[in-house]
C-alpha cells in the first residue's frame, strides 16, 4: 500500500519549541521560520495551546515525561527530538515519547525541512494504524456479540440456521445492521440494574 505523504502547507503551521534557552532554539527558529512555520518556545512545560500545535520539537537531552500533557507515545501531533547526547538511554526515551523524526544537535543549515516531512508522513501512518486496529477491534467486538444474540435464540428453541434468519429478519424489520439487531437481542436479555445499586 502506498502512502501518500503531504509534503505541502507547512507555511502557517505552528510549531511548538519544548527546549531550555540555548543557542540551538536560536537556529532552529531562524530555519522553521523561513520555510513559513510559526514558532514558540517553550520550557520548561508546553503550554495548553500546545494541543493545538501543528508540530512540537522536544529537548531529548533534559525532557522527561512529565513535560507532556498526553501519555507516552499518544501526541496528537508529530513530534522531533532534538538529540545532542547519544547516551543510550536518552535515545530510548525519546523514542518512548514518540518521536516521529530527530535533529541532532547543534543544528546545521540543513536537515529541518526533511525531518518536518519525515515527521509528518511517520505521525500519519501511526494514526492509520490506530484507526485500523480500533475498527478491527470493534468488528471483533460485533462478531462477539452476534454469537451471543444467535446463541440467546437457540436457547428460545430455534436451530442455528433459524436464529440466524430470525436476526436477519429482525434487522430488515427494525431497519437497522445485522450487528446492531444483535446488540438489541444482547440488551434485551439482560437482567435489569436495581435501583440505587441494591438488590430488591
Not at 2 to 17: C, E, P
Request: hydrophobic share 45%; glycine share 8%; net charge neutral.
Amino acid at each position: 500500500m502506498k502512502r501518500r505523504v503531504r509534503s505541502q502547507n507547512l507555511g502557517g503551521a505552528r510549531a511548538m519549541m519544548l527546549h531550555r534557552p540555548h543557542p540551538t532554539v536560536q537556529a532552529l527558529e531562524r530555519q522553521l521560520t523561513a520555510i513559513g512555520l510559526q514558532v514558540e518556545p517553550c520550557w520548561p512545560d508546553l503550554p495548553p495551546s500546545v494541543m493545538t500545535a501543528d508540530f512540537v520539537f522536544f529537548d531529548a537531552d533534559y525532557g522527561h515525561d512529565s513535560q507532556f500533557p498526553w501519555e507516552a507515545g499518544e501526541a496528537p501531533m508529530p513530534l522531533i527530538a532534538l538529540i545532542g547526547s547519544e547516551a543510550p538511554g536518552r535515545i530510548e526515551w525519546a523514542l518512548n515519547a514518540g518521536a516521529d523524526a530527530q535533529l541532532v544537535k547543534p543544528i546545521g543549515g540543513s536537515g529541518v525541512f526533511s525531518a518536518l516531512l519525515t515527521a509528518r508522513a511517520a505521525f500519519d501512518a501511526r494514526q492509520a494504524l490506530a484507526a485500523e486496529i480500533a475498527s478491527l477491534r470493534q468488528r471483533l467486538d460485533q462478531r462477539q456479540t452476534v454469537v451471543r444474540a444467535v446463541g440467546m435464540l437457540i436457547g428460545l428453541g430455534k436451530s442455528e440456521d433459524e436464529a440466524y434468519a430470525q436476526l436477519r429478519a429482525m434487522a430488515m424489520a427494525w431497519r437497522i445492521s445485522f450487528e446492531a439487531a444483535a446488540e438489541r437481542v444482547v440488551a434485551a436479555q439482560r437482567p435489569p440494574r436495581a435501583e440505587g445499586g441494591r438488590d430488591e
